[in-house]
């Protein structure tokens, strides 16, 4: 019991002095809970394993410079190196932090394809994290852990890929296979979900427990925290929202199923609608081809303005779907496609607000946030610092033992 009860409080003050920043060991105890000489037996074992170090507090004030100096706790930086990766339809983001969280270089590169075999993929994001870390003058080696993002069903716990659009096969074992590519443990997570992580970490979900992040790019994605953990089910197939069906035998969706939301919302179904209604190319870059669309929509096109407007009621039908059944504080809508607007117009925002369940009492507030891959890419990053710290604090509790 004593044994549990140390991992527990070693895990659980390192938790509250990342999220903390910097504090002093008293408020460790006021905030946990734990004694405040088990406070100080655990702290000095993470400090003389160089996970945190003590830092001089910066006070102001008649009386800042009597006595003994106070120190607050913090995680130290120096201690590992993470990278995170996300992997987007034609590139990957790639950042690298510390363990303290801080960004120390960032960069993109174009993949060979849209879509690669498990191999290809796997040696592209090694040759990318290598070059990554020579340009924060560093070595591949020093590297602790690679956090990925990916779109699909993924069982984070294993790293084992059930379906990618950017895997040209099923059923990949693609976490362990990254690990053997680039020499160092490696941890994959369906992209969106990684984006909730990024935005409790880092963004708009900080002070809340309960929200949902709807991912909206070449597909559609969730991530969800509830009670201040992500949830991401038995099968790693939770929050699939893209693949919640509106439609029975409706149009085919790129998961092989039909009827499915994204099959509706996403850009490459407003892509192949319009080029079967109205006769748009179906040569070039997709982001051109659906800025075209957009813009033929604004100008009176009433073919384009159909097009949008339903997926703008199909998305809206199924917001108010995860409002009714999670009824979360905050939904943040994310990713490429918000850099448009027909998806959070106030006309789709209105829609599904008259969908919810009506009590006395505000709906969950719905905000856009519009960032880039890299921040996809900080929460693959924040990702593999997690599991960083457990791989470290395993061997801590294997040392003491």
């Known amino acids: 019991m004593a044994v549990m009860q140390r991992e527990y409080g070693r895990r659980t003050l390192l938790r509250q002095i990342r999220?903390?920043?910097r504090i002093p060991r008293i408020e460790l105890s006021d905030l946990t809970g734990i004694s405040r000489a088990t406070v100080t037996t655990i702290t000095a074992e993470l400090l003389s394993h160089g996970l945190i170090e003590e830092v001089q507090r910066d006070e102001a004030g008649p009386d800042s410079r009597r006595g003994?100096?106070?120190?607050?706790?913090?995680?130290?930086?120096?201690?590992?190196?993470v990278a995170g990766v996300k992997v987007s339809h034609h590139k990957l983001s790639l950042v690298l932090l510390d363990f303290e969280g801080e960004q120390l270089a960032a960069e993109e590169c174009?993949?060979?394809a849209p879509v690669n075999a498990p191999e290809v993929l796997a040696e592209a994001i090694r040759d990318a994290v290598s070059h990554l870390a020579t340009v924060?003058?560093?070595?591949?080696d020093e590297v602790s852990g690679v956090g990925i993002g990916i779109a699909g069903i993924v069982e984070a716990t294993d790293g084992f890929v059930h379906w990618s659009p950017s895997l040209s096969t099923r059923n990949v074992d693609f976490g362990a296979l990254l690990t053997r590519t680039l020499g160092t443990p490696c941890f994959i997570d369906n992209d969106a979900n990684l984006v909730a992580v990024a935005e409790q970490t880092f963004g708009l979900g900080r002070e809340h427990k309960d929200f949902l992040v709807v991912t909206i790019e070449s597909g559609v994605g969730l991530g969800m925290v509830i009670g201040g953990a992500l949830y991401r089910g038995t099968r790693g197939c939770g929050a699939e929202f893209g693949h919640t069906k509106v439609q029975l035998n409706g149009a085919l969706c790129r998961c092989g199923q039909r009827g499915c939301l994204e099959a509706y919302v996403a850009d490459y179904a407003l892509l192949r609608e319009a080029t079967l209604v109205s006769g748009l190319s179906a040569e070039g870059d997709a982001g051109t081809r659906v800025e075209t669309l957009l813009n033929a929509a604004r100008t009176g096109d009433a073919t384009a303005r159909s097009i949008l407007d339903r997926a703008g009621q199909i998305f809206a039908m199924g917001l108010a779907n995860l409002v009714n059944i999670f009824d979360p504080e905050l939904i943040i809508l994310a990713g490429e496609q918000m850099q448009l607007d027909h998806l959070y117009a106030d006309a789709v925002i209105d829609a599904m607000r008259k969908s919810i369940v009506q009590v006395d009492k505000a709906p969950p507030e719905v905000v856009v946030h519009k960032w880039g891959d890299l921040m996809w890419a900080r929460g693959a990053a924040a990702y593999a610092l997690d599991q960083v710290s457990e791989l470290a604090l395993d061997r801590l509790d294997k040392d003491a033992a």
Do not use: E, F, S
């Not at 003994?68 to 190196?81: C, E």
């Not at 924060?136 to 591949?140: D, E, K, S, T, Y």
């Open 19 to 21: 999220h903390a920043g």
């Open 68 to 81: 003994r100096p106070r120190v607050d706790l913090k995680i130290r930086g120096a201690a590992h190196l």
């Open 110 to 112: 174009d993949l060979p």
């Open 136 to 140: 924060a003058g560093r070595r591949a």
